[in-house]
């Protein structure tokens, strides 16, 4: 809204680009800037992660550097990372979804609720509700063009009412049996690998191919970065939103049933913030904020990224855990500056070019 | 130029009305277009062109009247549709996604696929390559869109647009922002279509253009077709008088016309602006007011003169150029620091740019003059009401009161009150865009009548107009503004309509040829 | 076409009066419903005790929606509050060995920096309120968790208890707080400037730039204010329970009043703000959670309840604008 005000010196090049334009079919040659620019906001969250590591690694030593810690941590990474893969393409088409928090409470609940019923009961209950759930944040953003934040905050509350209801006011904490199928789901590994990582890894695989190498993909990438030419050039818009928000409400299901097979419990209360954890996530690894660019791969670096900086704040030991929580959202709003920052470098964002509100 | 009139009726209009609120913005316009043929379609400010693009294009759907497609009768619901039917469009702006490859925006909602059903960009790129080479163009097709210049742009846009099988192909005002080079490859691949049998609709307001690459023109004029035919039986002048048009209301305007000023009582102009210059859209535009002055801007849509109006106030960014009041430079950028110098703006568009729709009457009225009315930030009610009431009045604002809803009053009571909100901040110098656009015969009498006091009470005004009739009337000098850049300026006994259409209507290279009025072009309008 | 002009959309305007009304008025509506359902279901509803109660409680909501109603009026959103809340409580429990007053200030002072904070990364470097806010949400909330340790504190000082359960002439002084807040803002809202500014930046932005709106100033103050009286509700809720639970405080309270405030009125796409609807409708959010829990239901079907009837608020209020 404050755009409008913003003066000269935005669209207009650097002293490159009027020779640019002028060399006709080869178009505008990128500056140096633009493209270092371009690579930051790409590979920036991976560059930090190895620094990050390394630096860790040389203060710690063994307690950080290690096989099983490095195990932990892509454990403790699974849960974040499928939520993040269904963020990635929310924002990606250019929206936010802002109940997978509560939909990953709801389903771990449901899942432990449902495994009196056995295993299958287990798994399909959780993610046919959270499904049901996308489905509608999807229906109500796309066909009743409601905004975005709005309609996922209502199911925000929606869900974590309901997870609180089922399990009568998050006083009964409904246990999984152990020797369910549904356990493994969550205990056992393969090749030495936990089953959420081994999952996870699958969903990234999927996601990334279906982002770079699907229709679909490719069709959320345009809506998001422009919706109207989307629209002229005949994308069925309405339906790939509410795929998008589908997705998003079944990963976050997901990994909710992972979370409850994993810890044989649900409980009403996790997941109080995640998606705020999501958004830094997809973020941090290069998605433009405001739609239309965005990588799987940067995601998945983004998720590492925040996980071995809460495994750092575990190890320091002296610090609150509650730091965690400060650093996401510091770490959000830097990223998002720099984003800005960066965008701007490589001019994404016009003068004409800024998302509005609701 | 070419004469023939191509070939088969390939798509019909017939009587098409389409209605907005109480607006009627297409009165049964009709247009026929044949397969090869390049089909001009020209008209000012709410003429009604983009109405009737969208209705062709499945954006909106006709109130009355139909569309013939290929000899049958067509109802076209959404975009999807027509251009499913064959029928596509080239915006002005170019409407792909700037972020994506080439190569995908050729292919978006159809690329090729291999047999696992993921996309296959080796296929993909060959047939981008392919396609691009047809209209002569040679780029890496997996670059972002964005990095390419516009012309290339454009050039993909048409690619995409005709690569299937279309038969017709809309183009508006596809070289507004194109360089002159770009300009030349575009119209090539106009040709290129043509050949093909394509009908095209060309929406310009580049005469040059029209002239040299269309076989027929059809002018639209407030919502009516004013006039179709061969361009080779009508002359450049006759085609802009066809556009500007004539108001049949000579009773009323006989009773609104402007008084004669004596502008020769200050010499020394109150508004100084230099070299205005922003790439594509300005070129050292240059304007100069006097107390008491009314300096017209005339032009075609799209010459520059909402620019020149709007870099004046500070609201158009600029690459150089210096604006100064009573010799003092204005801070660039800041429409505060205009009004603060004592300028004021009534923007183009009153919806977008003008009114607060939900705000009351006297909340719109005095919100640009607030600083002056309160003080440590409270306003002052009876400061506030005693001079909406005298607007009001003065104005003859109708409205059920100042409570009312501004969005609830028609166009002319809401350009009113946007008078009112520039009048209340006494400014010395009044830009105005179009100030009687789409409102009442009366309330637009009422408006000129308002100017003209304006000025003789000594406020220098710059006045902007679609209709050429209200500018030349109201201005004692006019600036002839052209593809962004000032092409001449007439004052005194030289203000005619004649004159203002002459100069807009010269070839470009004709500029150079001397007329008399030529003779007082500012020494900076004209590089 | 000129003369077509002459009333454009009356008809249209006519036609969508019925929802224009519910939109509008609704909320009283649904208040009167309430207190008639009350009156004859609920037992002791009308005793003094029990209004006294209801009024008390809405406080909180009441207080921050109006902060919120602001911040909607620029076409803006502010997801902090609760968090706010949290800050401001536990910093009023740290500096509480400072005295009361200090206390109250420092935490009033510890929210506006938050509100500022929101308002220069909206205002100045053009981010999405709803980003900029959620950061600061989960950021504040985690902040305040730190200042205490994660520990509820009991907060016993005779000031605060008089703040918190005082009476003047039997109404609550709480109560009495949010009055003069909703006199204030009111006054804002329709005697100033900056009440003006506000909501024409709502109406339209593009207007008010060219109008010489001081746009970015504006935005501040409005995120700042909200901070402030997020705070301001975070001491009086200290003051009230005793006791300083910087990880319940303010939880999802960001959501009722937003609720509160589509549901009196005020349209989230900006430009207008209502006080007494939002009043009202903070006081029909809580009585729909009075009402479920004294029914039986429990805390979660209020949250679902609530859940519906915003999703409903805001689809009206689409329908009326698309329409």
Redesign the interface.
Known sequence: ????????????GGPLS?N???????????TRRERVAGILQRAGALVVLLAVIIVASLVFGGRFASVDNFLNILEASSFLGLVAVGMTFVIIGGG?D?SVGSLLALSAVLAAYGSQYGSVVAVALPLFVCGLIGLVNGL?IAR????A???T??????A??????VS??GNTIFHIKAGLVVSALGQESLLGIRLPVVIAATVFLAGW?ALT???YG??V??IG??E????????PIARVKVAMYLVSGLLAGLAGLLVAARSSSGQSTIGV?L???A?AAVVIGGTL?TG??GSIAGTLAGVLLLNVINNVINQVGTL?S?????????F??VV??VQ?YLSREQ??VS?DQ??G?? | MTTTTGGLPVLCVRDVSKRFGGVLALDGVSLELRSGEVHALVGENGAGKSTLIKILTGVYQPDEGQIIYRDAAVTFARPRDAQAAGISTIYQEVNLVPLLSVARNLFLGHEPTNRLGLIDFAQMHRDAQLVLARYGIDVDVRRPLRQLGLGVQQMVAIARAVSADHRVVIMDEPTSSLEAREVERLLEVVDVLRRDGVAVVYVSHRLEEVFRLCDRVTVLRDGRRIHTGPLANITRLDLVSRMLGRKVSDVERARTRFNEHDTTRAAEPILRATGLTRRHVLDHVSVDTRPGEVVGLAGLLGSGRSETAKAIYGAQPLDEGTVEVNGTPLRGGSPRAAIAAGLALIPEDRKAEGIIPMLSVRDNIVLAALPALSRAGIVSERGQDAVVDRLMSRLKIKASGPDQRVGELSGGNQQKVLLARVLCLNPRVLVLDDPTRGIDVGAKAEIQALISDLAAQGMAVILISSELEEVVEGSDTIVVLRDGAVVGKLGGNDVSEDGVMRLIAVAARETDVPTPHQAERDDHGVR | MASADLAPGRREIRTDAALDWVAERGVYLGLLALIAFNLMFTPRFAEVDNIRLQFVQVVPVAIIALGMALVIGTKGIDLSVGSVMAISSALLALFLGYGPIVAIVVGILGGATVGIVNGLLIARFGIQPIVATLALLVGGRGLALVLAQGRLTEVFDPTLGVIGSGRVFGIPIVVLVALAVALVVAFLVSRTTFGRYLVAIGGNPEASVLAGVPVRRTLIVVYTLCAILAALAGVIQTARLNASDPSFVGNLIELSAITAVVVGGTPLSGGRVRIIGTLAGAMLMQLISATLITHNLPDSATRMVQAVIIVAAVFIQRQRGSA
């Not at chain 1, 640019?20 to 990128?30: F, I, K, Q």
Request: aromatic fraction near 6%.
């Open positions: 809204m404050t755009t409008s005000a913003r003066g000269s010196g935005d669209g207009q009027s640019a334009v002028a060399s006709d079919d080869a178009g505008r040659v990128a936010i802002l109500l009743a063009r409601m905004a934040f709005i309609a905050l209502a199911t925000l509350l929606f974590r009412g309901l997870a609180f209801a009568d006011e191919l190498r699907s229709r490719t069709a990438t345009a970065g422009s109207d030419a989307s629209r002229l050039m005949g994308l913030g998606e705020l954890q958004i904020l239309g660019a609150s509650y730091f965690q929580q400060v650093v996401s959202g510091i959000l709003i998002v500056l800005r001019r994404l003068e800024n998302r509100q609701p």
